[in-house]
């Protein structure tokens, strides 16, 4: 029931297709309660979760990978990997067979797809071997790129909440530079730990955000001046 609010006031991501950016989905613009899980068709989806865009061609096709545990609308199909394949894989030949899908879309006001054709859609599977080296290239990639998502997802959350208090001088820059440095920096370097194999300190990668905040900095400051300057002209 979409027009319920009182669904819509819990801790649940709750994913439309609008938000399928064929990445990582992090953060909802709407969450939903667990009396909208038990009184809905709305289901709970592990992370890892490939996602697929059904309705409303030329939206059919838009993809999106779950970085956590989330539901979304009927407009979207979940699939859930198993040992055979992995969802790098199902990701990337959902992809490349988009052109596909869109031309077995059928409907009279709008092309939609249903969770029946989705499952009669075949799906190539290489051999268990294949998967392996395969999944020896691609996770790392795509655990990378989950990283990139996440630390620029952070940053923006982190830029739309301070700008507006820089911008009416609730905070200094002095202040802002010192939040940015005691969070930012730190979460990077976290999250960078996480992809395999990598070490902050051995691959150089302090040094670099260390120096992407400098730049941030000098920018913000820049920006700060030149406010000043036109609201407090000589």
């Known amino acids: 029931e979409s027009n319920n609010e009182a669904f819509y006031s819990g801790d649940i991501p709750w994913f439309t297709t609008q938000e399928l950016i064929d990445s990582w989905v992090f953060c909802s613009n709407r969450s939903i309660t667990k009396s909208a899980l038990e009184n809905s068709a709305a289901k709970l989806f592990p992370p890892d ?83 392996t080296l395969w999944r020896n290239i691609a996770e790392p990639l795509f655990d990378a790129i989950r990283t990139d998502s996440e630390t620029a997802h952070i940053l923006s959350r982190q830029r739309d909440a301070l700008l507006p208090l820089l911008m009416n001088e609730q905070v200094s820059v002095g ?48 920006l700060s001046v030149m406010h000043n300057m036109e609201t407090n002209p000589l």
Do not use: H, W
């Open 49 to 131: 979760t490939v996602l697929l865009a059904i309705y409303a061609a030329p939206t059919v096709g838009r993809l999106a990978i779950l970085a956590k545990e989330s539901a979304f609308n009927q407009a979207c199909c979940g699939f859930v990997v198993g040992d055979d394949i992995s969802k790098e894989y199902l990701f990337l030949f959902l992809y490349e067979n988009r052109n596909k899908l869109n031309s077995i879309a059928d409907g009279t006001a709008q092309k939609n797809l249903s969770v029946g054709k989705m499952r009669m859609f075949d799906v190539l599977i290489p051999t268990g071997e294949i998967m």
């Open 175 to 222: 202040e802002l530079i010192k939040f940015l440095c005691n969070s930012s920096t730190i979460k990077l370097i976290e999250l960078y730990k996480e992809i395999p194999g990598k070490t902050p300190e051995d691959d150089g990668i302090i040094p670099i955000v260390k120096l992407f905040l400098s730049m941030f900095f000098i920018l913000a400051n820049c």
